[in-house]
C-alpha cells in the first residue's frame, strides 16, 4: 500500500529522488555492477553464440554457392528490412529509458515507455509476414534455395524471440507498475533482466539484417 | 535539484545519442549495400564489421554495460569481436 | 523413516551423464561415422552403400549409443530429487520433469533401436526399407524434443522459483538450461527441408544443438557435484533421529563380539570422526 505521503504529494512522486537499494552510480563500484543477474548474461551470451553458429553456416554456405546467395538477397528489400531495424532500435530505445525511469521513480513515464517499445515490437511482428508474403507472392520460397532456407528459417527463430520479448515487455509493464518510488533489488533485477533480453533480440536482428539484405 | 535535472538531463541524452547513432549506422550500411558495383567485398566487410559495431554499442549504452563490472564487459564484447572477427574470416576464406 | 543422505547413491547416478557423453560421442562419431551425417537428399542406394561399408562398426556405435541412453534416467534423477526437495507437498516441477524424463528415455533407446534394424539387413533387402528405417532414427532423434524440453525446462523452473534458502543450483544454471533448450528447438522444423542447412544432417537442427546438448551435460554435471557437496554439508548437521548421512559401516572393522552388533552411526550425532 502507498504511504501517505506519496498519496498527498503527487507531484513529488514523478520526481521522487533515488531512494533504492540498488541506486547505480556514475562509477562502478569496486566489486563490480551486473545488469540483472549473471544468469541472463549466461544466457544473452549463449545465445548469442548459437546464432554466431547460424551466422557462420550462412556465411560458409554463401562462400559454395556465390550466385545464388547475392541473388537471394538481390531479391530482398533492403528497405523492408532498414525499416525493421528501426523499429527493433527504437524499441529497444524505449525499453533502455523505460529502465532509466523506473529507478527515478517515474513509473507513470516508464509504463508510457514500455507501450511504445510494444508498439514497435507489434509494428515489426506486423511487418515480417508481410514481407514473407511478398517473397512467397514472387515465388521465393523456402524451397527454393539455400539462402532462402536460411532465409526463412533464422528470420523466423528471430521473430519467434521477438514474440517472446513483447511477452517479456508485457510482464515488465506489470512489474512496473507495483514500484513505489524506486524499484527493490529483486524488481530491479526481474526489470534488468527483462530489458537485457529484449536488447539481445534487437542485436541478432542488426547481424541478421547486414548478413541477409546488405551483404554482396 | 537542477543539478540532478541536469544530470538527468544528460543521461537520457547517452541513450539518445546511442540511438542516433545506431539509425546513422544502419543508414551507412544500407548505403554500403546497395549494389555499386566496385570493391563488393571491401563494402561486405565494412557492412560486418558495422553490424559487430551496432551489437557493440546496444551492448555498452542500451545494456548498461559501460557502468558493469568488468569480467562482463570483457566476456560480452569479447565474444562481439570474436564472432564479427570470425565472420568476417569465413567470407574473406569462402 | 529413515531420511538419511545418500552420498554414494547420488554421485554415481550423477556421474553416469559423462559416462552417457563419451558413450554416444564415441558411438555416434567414431563408430557410426555420422561426421559428417549422411544427407537426406541420398538415393536409398548410396545410403545402403554407405552402411554395408562398415556395418559392424555401425552397430557397435548403435550398441554404445544405446548403453548411454539408459544412463540418461540416473542422471536426471540425481538434479530430479532437489526439484522435488522444494515441493514436497505439491510437486508439479517434479512429476513433469521425470515423467519427461522417463519419456525422454524411453524415446531414447528407440532412437538407437531404428538406427541399428536399419543396418541389420542393409543390402539384403530393399534399400528403400533400409532408408526408411534410418531417417526413422533421424525424426525420433530430432522429435524427441518435446519430452526434453519439458524436462530441461521443468528443472530450470524449479531452480529460477525456489524459495532461496533451499539454492542448491546456482540461479545461473538455471539460464543456461533455458537457453540449451532455446538451442536445441531449431531440431524440430527439420522435416519441411530434405536438404540443406535445415535437414536432418544440418548445423541447425542437430549440430549446433548436439554441441549444446552435450555442454549442458558437463556443465550441469559439475553444478550438480557441488549441489550434492552442499546437501552433504547440510546433513551433516543434522541431529534428528533418522537424519543426516548414511555411511555404510564395515562389518570387519567392528569392535570385538561382547558388543551388540554395531549401529550405523548418524554422522551429524558424532562430533569426532569425520573424513
Known amino acids: ?216 | 535539484m537542477t543539478a540532478m535535472t541536469a544530470m538527468t538531463v544528460i543521461k537520457r541524452n547517452d541513450i539518445l545519442v546511442a540511438w542516433a547513432l545506431l539509425v546513422a549506422l544502419t543508414a551507412v550500411s544500407w548505403w554500403l549495400g546497395a549494389d555499386h558495383g566496385r570493391a563488393v567485398a571491401a563494402a561486405t566487410i565494412v557492412i560486418l564489421v558495422l553490424a559487430f559495431v551496432k551489437v557493440m554499442v546496444i551492448g555498452y549504452s542500451f545494456m548498461e554495460l559501460r557502468h558493469a563490472a568488468p569480467v562482463l564487459r570483457v566476456a560480452f564484447f569479447g565474444l562481439a569481436a570474436l564472432i564479427g572477427t570470425i565472420l568476417v574470416g569465413i567470407y574473406l576464406a569462402v | 523413516m529413515d531420511q538419511r543422505f545418500t552420498t554414494m547413491a547420488h554421485r554415481v547416478c550423477l556421474m553416469a551423464g559423462p559416462v552417457l557423453v563419451v558413450l554416444y560421442g564415441v558411438g555416434f562419431l567414431a563408430l557410426c561415422k555420422f561426421a559428417p551425417i549422411p544427407n537426406p537428399a541420398w538415393p536409398a542406394e548410396r545410403l545402403t552403400a554407405w552402411i554395408v561399408d562398415h556395418k559392424y562398426s555401425y552397430e557397435l556405435g548403435c550398441l554404445f549409443m544405446l548403453i548411454g541412453a539408459g544412463l540418461l534416467g540416473p542422471w536426471g534423477a540425481s538434479h530430479a530429487v532437489f526439484t522435488r526437495k522444494t515441493e514436497v507437498r505439491f510437486p508439479v516441477l517434479y512429476i513433469t520433469q521425470i515423467v519427461s524424463l522417463a519419456a525422454s528415455v524411453a524415446i531414447f533407446i528407440l532412437i538407437s533401436i531404428f538406427w541399428a534394424a536399419a543396418a541389420f539387413r542393409a543390402g539384403q533387402i530393399s534399400p528403400e526399407i533400409t532408408q526408411a528405417l534410418f531417417d526413422l532414427g533421424w525424426i525420433t532423434f530430432l522429435w524427441a524434443g518435446p519430452a526434453f524440453y519439458l524436462w530441461a525446462l521443468s528443472l530450470a523452473a524449479g531452480i529460477l522459483w525456489n524459495p532461496p534458502e533451499h539454492q542448491f543450483f546456482p540461479r545461473w544454471s538455471g539460464w543456461f538450461t533455458v537457453v540449451a533448450v532455446l538451442s536445441w528447438s531449431p531440431g524440430l522444423i527439420f522435416v519441411f527441408w530434405g536438404s540443406g542447412p535445415a535437414a536432418y544432417n544440418g548445423p541447425l537442427p542437430t549440430w549446433i544443438a548436439l554441441a549444446d546438448y552435450g555442454v549442458w551435460m558437463v556443465v550441469m554435471t559439475v553444478v550438480g557435484w557441488k549441489a550434492i557437496s552442499r546437501q552433504e554439508a547440510l546433513c551433516r548437521t543434522e541431529t534428528d533421529e533418522g537424519l543426516g548421512i548414511y555411511e555404510p559401516i564395515d562389518p570387519d572393522l567392528s569392535v570385538a563380539a561382547t558388543d551388540s552388533a554395531p549401529t550405523p552411526v548418524l554422522s551429524g550425532a558424532s562430533a569426532g570422526g569425520r573424513k
Open chain 1, 1 to 216: 500500500m502507498p504511504d501517505t505521503e506519496s498519496l498527498t504529494a503527487t507531484t513529488t512522486r514523478e520526481e521522487a529522488p533515488r531512494t533504492a537499494s540498488r541506486v547505480r552510480p556514475e562509477k562502478p563500484p569496486s566489486r563490480g555492477w551486473i545488469p540483472g543477474e549473471w544468469g541472463i548474461w549466461v544466457f544473452i551470451l549463449t545465445d548469442f553464440s548459437v546464432f554466431g553458429g547460424y551466422f557462420g553456416t550462412f556465411l560458409v554456405l554463401r562462400g559454395r554457392q556465390p550466385g545464388v546467395f547475392r541473388a537471394g538477397s538481390q531479391a530482398l528489400s533492403p528497405t523492408h528490412g532498414a525499416v525493421n531495424t528501426v523499429f527493433m532500435l527504437t524499441a529497444s530505445l524505449c525499453v533502455a529509458l523505460a529502465i532509466r525511469s523506473v529507478r527515478e521513480g517515474r513509473v507513470l513515464t516508464a509504463q508510457k515507455l514500455l507501450v511504445g517499445a510494444g508498439l514497435c515490437g507489434a509494428a515489426f511482428i506486423v511487418n515480417k509476414p508481410i514481407e514473407w508474403a511478398g517473397e512467397l507472392a514472387a515465388g521465393h520460397g523456402p524451397h527454393q534455395s539455400d539462402f532462402f532456407q536460411l532465409y526463412y528459417l533464422l528470420t523466423g527463430i528471430h521473430l519467434l524471440h521477438v514474440i517472446v520479448a513483447m511477452l517479456v515487455v508485457a510482464l515488465l509493464w506489470r512489474k512496473v507498475r507495483k514500484v513505489q518510488v524506486a524499484p527493490t533489488a529483486l524488481q530491479a533485477r526481474y526489470l534488468e533482466n527483462g530489458a537485457s533480453f529484449w536488447h539481445l533480440v534487437d542485436l541478432i536482428w542488426m547481424v541478421l539484417f547486414a548478413l541477409f539484405y546488405l551483404v554482396r
